[in-house]
C-alpha cells in the first residue's frame, strides 16, 4: 500500500500516520453498513457473472450438428429470456434499491420537526479551497472556529451540518461515513461516527475548480481525554510571542498582508475571507492539508501559493525580505 502511495508524494506525507482513505476499510458504523452492502452487491455481481459465463462457456464444448441442437420447438428458449432477460434483473436490482434505499433511511437527513437530529455538533463550511470548522457543541463560550482539521472524540456519533460558501463541494471521508453535498444555501446533515482513535484523510468530492484534487480534509479522532484538552487549546487566543523570531513576526503578520484575510484570536488579525491562523503551529498539515506544515512548507506557501496551488485566493506574498520570511514563519509555528 505504501509503495503505491509514493507516487502520489507529497500526498504520501498526508497518508503517512494517517489510516489509508478506503472504503474497504471502514472505521465507523456508517461506514461499515455502506461497506457491508457494498460486499452484497459485489457478491451478488459475482454470483450473475459466473452463472452468465457458465452458460456462454458450456455450449462451446457442445459436439454434433445444427439439427441436433436445433430448438425442439418453435418457442423453445423462450422462458429463459423470461428469467435471465427480465425476472433475475429484476429482482436483483429492486433488491439493491430496496436496501440502499433503507441504509440511506438510517442516516439523518434535513427534517425540520426531528430538531435532535438537526442541531448539529459541528458545522463544516466549503470554500474554494479549504474547509471551515465551527464547533457549536456546548455554552457560547464554549464554541470556536478552525480550518482544515476537524476533530471529534471517537466512539461517539458527532452530527455534522455542512454548506458551501461558494460552488458545491462534497464532504467525503471514505473511512468513516459515505459522501454528502455541501450545496450553498442548502444545509445537509450527517452523523459520523469513528471506532478507535485515529486519523481520518477525506476529501471534497464534487468538482469545484481548478484545485478541488488539492481540497483535502484530515479528522482526527481522539479518546475522551485528548479530545477535552484540544478543545481547551483551541478555545485559547494566539500564543503569545517569546522568542525574538517570532515577536518580529508577529509584526510582519499583522502590518503586512496576512491579517487583511487571517484570524488570529488575540490580536487584530480579524480576517474571515481565508482559514483561522490560531492554532496553526498545531495542525498536521497546510494548503487545506496537501502539504506538511514545516517550516520549508510554510516559507513556500507564504512566497509560493500560486505555484502550490495555482488559482488559490491566497497571492504570492514576494515583498517580504529573507530575515522578516524567517521571522513571520517562527511566529506561524508558535502558535500553538
Ligand atoms: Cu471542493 Cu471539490
New binding site residues.
Given amino acids: 500500500m505504501m509503495r503505491r502511495s509514493v507516487l502520489f508524494s507529497p500526498l504520501l506525507l498526508l497518508s503517512g500516520c494517517a489510516t489509508e482513505q478506503s472504503i474497504w476499510n471502514a472505521q465507523g458504523p456508517a461506514a461499515s453498513r455502506i461497506a457491508t452492502l457494498m460486499w452484497a452487491i459485489i457478491i451478488m455481481f459475482l454470483i450473475v457473472t459466473l452463472i452468465m459465463w457458465a452458460l456462454l462457456i458450456i455450449p462451446t464444448f457442445r459436439r454434433g450438428s445444427l439439427e441436433e441442437h436445433a430448438p425442439v420447438d418453435i418457442g423453445g428458449g423462450q422462458g429463459w429470456v423470461a428469467l435471465g432477460g427480465l425476472l433475475i434483473p429484476l429482482t436483483v436490482l429492486t433488491g439493491f434499491f430496496v436496501a440502499g434505499l433503507t441504509l440511506m433511511e438510517r442516516f439523518p437527513i434535513h427534517d425540520p420537526s426531528n430538531t435532535a437530529v438537526l442541531r448539529p455538533d459541528i458545522l463544516v463550511i466549503?470554500h474554494?479551497?479549504w474547509w471551515e470548522v465551527h464547533y457549536l457543541d456546548g455554552q457560547p463560550d464554549q464554541r470556536f472556529a478552525t480550518a482544515n482539521e476537524i476533530h471529534i472524540p471517537a466512539g461517539r456519533p458527532v452530527t455534522l451540518e455542512v454548506e458551501s460558501q461558494d460552488v458545491n463541494?462534497?464532504f467525503w471521508v471514505p473511512n468513516l461515513h459515505g459522501k454528502i453535498d455541501m450545496i450553498p444555501g442548502h444545509p445537509n446533515f450527517m452523523r459520523i461516527e469513528a471506532n478507535h482513535p485515529g486519523k481520518y484523510v477525506g476529501q471534497?468530492?464534487?468538482?469545484?475548480?481548478e484545485q478541488?484534487a488539492h481540497?483535502r480534509l484530515l479528522v482526527v479522532a481522539q479518546s475522551a481525554g485528548a479530545y477535552r484538552a484540544w478543545t481547551q487549546q483551541m478555545l485559547e487566543p494566539g500564543h503569545a510571542s517569546t522568542t525574538p523570531e517570532a515577536i518580529a513576526g508577529e509584526q510582519v503578520f499583522l502590518s503586512g498582508a496576512c491579517s487583511i484575510c487571517h484570524m488570529v484570536r488575540g490580536t487584530v488579525a480579524g480576517g474571515t475571507v481565508a482559514p483561522d491562523l490560531t492554532h496553526i503551529g498545531s495542525r498536521m498539515y497546510i494548503g487545506t492539508d496537501s502539504f506538511p506544515n514545516n517550516k520549508a512548507y510554510l516559507e513556500a506557501w507564504v512566497t509560493h501559493a500560486q505555484s502550490l496551488e495555482p488559482g488559490v485566493l491566497m497571492p504570492d506574498l514576494t515583498d517580504f525580505n529573507g530575515v522578516q520570511l524567517r521571522d513571520l514563519v517562527a511566529y506561524l509555528q508558535q502558535l500553538k
Fill in positions: 466549503g474554494q479551497w463541494h462534497a471534497c468530492a464534487e468538482y469545484c475548480g478541488h481540497m
